[in-house]
T-cell receptor, first 114, second 110 residues
Framework: EAQVTQNPRYLITVTGKKLTVTCSQN?????MSWYRQDPGLGLRQIYY???????DKGDVPEGYKVSRKEKRNFPLILESPSPNQTSLYFC?????????????FGPGTRLTVT | DQQVKQNSPSLSVQEGRISILNCDYT??????FLWYKKYPAEGPTFLIS?????DKNEDGRFTVFLNKSAKHLSLHIVPSQPGDSAVYFC?????????FGQGTRLTINP
């Protein structure tokens, strides 16, 4: 089954404790991206990657890191989480056909930072 | 600066009637527009898209209209069904970035 998986689905952590949210896709997609969803703000793009070892900032990259060492995986790293990073996070992927069109989304990771 | 805006947080429609969801944008460099549907506890799923060189795209019960001069797009669902109850996001693409609106919660009443 074609899918994007994220782990963990739920995470409660404390300020400053490094964490990683994993994302994996089995569709051989070149393009992968991370978003956060906040009430009243919709989804905002954090980082995206057009292929292995190629990443770039989205609209809200501060406080986040990513890496793309393999085509299927695109982990999101919070080196020192803060309460304002409490949010619902989505990973997405698509074929790279000239733009981030028709992205497939994972089920989301709800992160709470206390 | 919100480049893509959905000004109606919620919309309630009778089953069988037409649902119209609206979206406005400010960046004339957007070259593709998309609508996504989201159920609770799930990720958004792609619904329909339209290129900036077109003014209408239809897929079954779903039609998207684009008015470039007004920088406005709309999604029409007809007839509306109970399974259409969800949050709908419009999104616009420029370069490699996708910008989403705030979402509109659509409720279809029996």
């Amino acid at each position: 089954e074609a899918q994007v998986t994220q782990n963990p689905r739920y995470l409660i952590t404390v300020t400053g404790k490094k964490l990683t949210v994993t994302c994996s896709q089995n569709m051989n997609h070149e393009y992968m991206s991370w978003y956060r969803q906040d009430p009243g703000l919709g989804l905002r793009q954090i980082y995206y990657s057009m292929n292995v070892e190629v990443t770039d900032k989205g609209d809200v990259p501060e406080g986040y890191k990513v890496s793309r060492k393999e085509k299927r995986n695109f982990p999101l790293i919070l080196e020192s989480p803060s309460p304002n990073q409490t949010s619902l996070y989505f990973c997405a992927s698509s074929f790279y056909g000239g733009g981030p069109y028709e992205q497939y989304f994972g089920p989301g990771t709800r992160l709470t930072v206390t | 600066d919100q480049q893509v805006k959905q000004n109606s947080p919620s919309l309630s429609v009778q089953e069988g009637r037409i649902s119209i969801l609206n979206c406005d944008y400010t960046n004339s460099m957007f070259d593709y527009f998309l609508w996504y549907k989201k159920y609770p506890a799930e990720g958004p799923t792609f619904l329909i898209s339209i290129s900036s060189i077109k003014d209408k795209n239809e897929d079954g019960r779903f039609t998207v209209f684009l008015n470039k001069s007004a920088k406005h797009l709309s999604l029409h669902i007809v007839p509306s069904q109970p399974g259409d109850s969800a949050v709908y996001f419009c999104a616009a693409s420029a370069a490699q970035k996708l910008v989403f609106g705030q979402g509109t919660r659509l409720t279809i009443n029996p």
